[in-house]
C-alpha cells in the first residue's frame, strides 16, 4: 500500500474523529462555556496586578472582594455550567429541544454531588446545616459533569425517539406540550441518579464525584498536564491541521476539559494569594503554543512577508498576516498551502513543540512566573496575549518564540519559495518567448 493511500485513509479516520456526535457534544459544550470563563478569568486577573500600590488602593476600599466575586460563582462552578452545555449540545446533535435535557443534567448532576453538614447556631438553638462544597461542582467535578451530560442526554433522547412520553392534545401549546413530554424521562433519569447516588454511599469512594476524582480525573490531568502531555496534544494538532482538518477542534473534544480544569485551578490559587498549581493551562497554550495558530504559524507569516521572492508568497504574506497576528491560522494553512504539502509537514508538527518548550523552561526556571488562569478569548494578538498572561517578561519568552519558529519555518519556506519564483520566471520567460514569436510573424507578413 503506498504512502498516498494510507494518508488518505488516516485522514478519512480523522475526519470520523471529528464528526463524532459525543466529542462534538464535549467540544462546543467547552467552548460555550467560554464567555463565563472568560469573565471570572479577567475580573480575577484585574484584582490580582502586580502593583503594590494598585494593591494597597483596592484592598484598602474593598474593591478585591468585589473583582473576585465573579470569578467565584463562573469558575467555582464550572461542572455546572459544562454539564448543562454538554447535555444541551449532545440533544441537540439528535434534532431535540436541548433546553430540558441540559437543565436535567443540572439536577443530575447535583443528585450525585455529596452533601457536607455544618453546626450552626440560630438563635439560641444548634442546628445542622447541608451545604455542597464549590470542590464538587468546580474543577474537582468538571469529568463527571461531562459524563452526566453525555449520558442524560443519550437517555433523554431515547425516550423522545421512543416516543416514551405524555402526549397531549393538538389543541395544547407547544410549550406545555414539550413540558409535558418530558415528566417521564425526567422522573426516570432522575430515580436512576438518586439510586445511583445513594448506592455510592455503601461504596469506600462515598460518592460518583470521589470516584471519577481519584481514579479517572487526576492520572489523566497527571498525563495532560506534563509538559508531554501538551506536546503530544499539539504536535496531533499540528499534524491535522496538515491534513486540513480542524486539529484543535478534534483534540480539544478530549483535552479541553483537562485544560479547563488546570485553568481554573490556577485562577482559584491566584485569587486566593497562593501558587499556582499547574504549569500549563490555556493561558500557556495560547502564549507559547499558538502563536498565529495552529502550528505557529505566525512564523512562516513573517517569512511571507520579509524573505519571499515569488510574487505569489509575497500575496500571501500580505494576505494573512494581519490574521495570523491575531491567532487565525485558516488563511496560511489553506492560502499557502500548508495542508498536503510536504514541504512544510516538518515545520507544522515540529514548530509548538519547540516554542512550549522554550516557554516550559522559561516558567521552570523563573524568568517568567506561573500563569495565573488566565484564559483568553479566541482572536487576542500575540505580544498581547502574553502581557495579559504574565507580564513583560512573557511576552519577551514569547518574542524569543516566534524568532525561533521563523528559523525553523525559513529554510522549508525558502525551498517552496525558489520553487514558486522558478516556476513564475519560466512562465515569464514563455510569455515572452511567445509574444515574440507574434512579433515576428506580425512583422514577417506585413513584409510580405
Not at 478519512?12 to 478569568?41: F, H, Q
Not at 439560641?124 to 468546580?138: A, E, L, N, Q
Not at 451530560?149 to 416516543?163: D, E, M, P, R, T
Amino acid at each position: 500500500m503506498s504512502f498516498i493511500d494510507n494518508l488518505g485513509k488516516l485522514q478519512l479516520a480523522a475526519e470520523k474523529v471529528s464528526d463524532n456526535r459525543y466529542l462534538k457534544a464535549v467540544s462546543k459544550g467547552m467552548v460555550m462555556t467560554i464567555p463565563a470563563s472568560i469573565t471570572g478569568a479577567m475580573c480575577t486577573l484585574i484584582a490580582n496586578l502586580p502593583f503594590a500600590g494598585y494593591q494597597s488602593f483596592i484592598e484598602g476600599n474593598g474593591l478585591k472582594t468585589l473583582l473576585l466575586l465573579p470569578g467565584v460563582f463562573t469558575s467555582n462552578i464550572m461542572g455546572l455550567i459544562v454539564v448543562y452545555f454538554i447535555a444541551y449540545n449532545l440533544a441537540k446533535s439528535y434534532d431535540i429541544e436541548g433546553m430540558f435535557p441540559g437543565v436535567l443534567g443540572i439536577i443530575s448532576f447535583l443528585l450525585l454531588t455529596p452533601l457536607s453538614t455544618i453546626e450552626q447556631q440560630v438563635h439560641d438553638t444548634v442546628r445542622p446545616v447541608d451545604f455542597i462544597s464549590f470542590d464538587y461542582i468546580g474543577s474537582k467535578g468538571m469529568f463527571v459533569g461531562i459524563i452526566v451530560g453525555l449520558l442524560v442526554a443519550k437517555i433523554y433522547s431515547w425516550f423522545i425517539k421512543n416516543n416514551i412520553t405524555i402526549h397531549m392534545p393538538d389543541s395544547v401549546p407547544s410549550f406545555v406540550e414539550k413540558s409535558f413530554s418530558s415528566i417521564i424521562p425526567f422522573f426516570v433519569i432522575t430515580f436512576i441518579m438518586s439510586l445511583i447516588s445513594w448506592g455510592f454511599t455503601f461504596t469506600s469512594f462515598g460518592s460518583v464525584h470521589n470516584l471519577v476524582y481519584s481514579v479517572l480525573q487526576v492520572p489523566i490531568q497527571q498525563i495532560g498536564g506534563s509538559v508531554g502531555g501538551v506536546m503530544l496534544a499539539y504536535a496531533l494538532i499540528g499534524l491535522f491541521w496538515w491534513f486540513g482538518i480542524h486539529g484543535k477542534a478534534i483534540i480539544f473534544g478530549v483535552y479541553a476539559p483537562i485544560l479547563q480544569t488546570m485553568t481554573i485551578e490556577n485562577m482559584n490559587a491566584a485569587a486566593a494569594g497562593t501558587t499556582p498549581p499547574n504549569l500549563v493551562d490555556f493561558g500557556f497554550t495560547s502564549v507559547f503554543l499558538e502563536i498565529g495558530g495552529g502550528g505557529c504559524v505566525l512564523g512562516l507569516a513573517i517569512c511571507f512577508i520579509f524573505f519571499a521572492k515569488s510574487d505569489q508568497y509575497k500575496n500571501i504574506g500580505r494576505i494573512t498576516s494581519v490574521p495570523t497576528f491575531f491567532g487565525i491560522n485558516e488563511p496560511i494553512t489553506f492560502g499557502t498551502p500548508i495542508c498536503l504539502n510536504p514541504t512544510f509537514l516538518i515545520p507544522t508538527v515540529v514548530t509548538p513543540l519547540v516554542t512550549g518548550l522554550i516557554g516550559y523552561l522559561a516558567i521552570t526556571t523563573g524568568f517568567v512566573p506561573r500563569m495565573i488562569g488566565a484564559q483568553l478569548p479566541t482572536g487576542t494578538p500575540t505580544f498581547v496575549n502574553a502581557i495579559i498572561a504574565g507580564g513583560w517578561r512573557m511576552m519577551l519568552a514569547q518574542l524569543l518564540c516566534v524568532v525561533v519558529a521563523t528559523g525553523i519555518y525559513f529554510p522549508f519556506f525558502k525551498m517552496a519559495d525558489n520553487l514558486e519564483y522558478k516556476r513564475e520566471q519560466e512562465t515569464l520567460q514563455a510569455k515572452e518567448e511567445h509574444v515574440e514569436e507574434i512579433d515576428i510573424e506580425n512583422q514577417t507578413s506585413i513584409v510580405e
